[in-house]
């Protein structure tokens, strides 16, 4: 099965600038995340979607970033204005269903580099 | 709060030797522990899951709930094992992971 697809791979933007990303979960995929993982550390969950609806955006800092799943399957996570302190890569991951025992398939990442 | 934490960022050992990558959690609950990899220039993936009690690629790892520790082990190392390791956590049905930090193995021929 095709995997999850993230674009773009790479960006590079000056802080106080916006940016988005892209992601298309695996087909069928009900639920959908985003993590941002800084140099050094594991994954952060940012937000985690089931079809278009939020279940968690507890730790999401909604005064810069934002993230919408329109129609349940792709997801776009915008950062306006980024800070110095966004330099991470950004992971998009889905699974086919919330519940105990159930694997989540990651996408490449966009590395994000805010200078 | 749940916690992950894995106590080593690097791991280097010779192939052939035994290895073992340690993780131990906080959360006073039954969660389902998780072991995914990174290879280089690859997308994160699960590696194994305790529930399943299986061994992949010569991996194992046992939940330990008393010394609350899920530590991943295999017996002889081999040069393609090296990766990023990242324990991680579920601790129930409608939440999402959390990943320890990681740990970078290194096999030396």
């Known amino acids: 099965e095709a995997g999850v697809a993230q674009s773009p791979r790479y960006k590079i933007i000056e802080k106080r600038q916006s940016v988005a990303f892209w992601c298309n979960p695996i087909?069928?995929?009900?639920?959908l995340y985003w993590y941002q993982q800084i140099l050094g550390q594991g994954p952060k969950l940012l937000i985690q979607?089931?079809?278009?609806?939020?279940?968690?955006d507890s730790q999401l800092p909604k005064d810069r970033f934002s993230a919408e799943r329109l129609k349940g399957v792709d997801s776009t996570l915008k950062i306006q204005p980024a800070k110095l302190e966004d330099s991470a890569v950004y992971l998009c991951?889905?699974?086919?269903?919330?519940?105990?025992?159930?694997?989540?398939?990651f996408g490449q990442g966009t590395r994000l580099t805010v200078v | 709060a749940q916690r992950v934490t894995q106590p080593e960022k690097l791991l280097s050992v010779f192939k052939g030797a035994p290895v073992e990558l340690k993780c131990n959690y906080s959360?006073?609950?039954?969660?389902?522990l998780f072991w995914y990899v990174q290879y280089s220039r690859q997308r994160l993936q699960l590696l194994l899951r305790?529930?399943s009690r299986e061994s992949i690629k010569g991996f194992t790892a046992d939940l330990n709930k008393g010394e609350t520790s899920f530590h991943l082990k295999k017996p002889f190392a081999q040069e393609e094992d090296s990766a990023m390791y990242y324990c991680?956590?579920?601790?129930?049905?409608?939440?999402?992971?959390?990943f320890g930090k990681g740990t970078r193995l290194s096999v030396i021929a």
């Open positions: 979607f089931q079809n278009n609806g939020v279940v968690d």
């Open positions: 991680a956590l579920l601790h129930s049905g409608n939440t999402p992971l959390v």
């Open positions: 991951a889905s699974s086919s269903h919330i519940g105990m025992n159930t694997e989540a398939f």
């Open positions: 087909s069928g995929h009900a639920t």
């Open positions: 305790h529930i």
């Open positions: 959360y006073s609950g039954s969660p389902e």
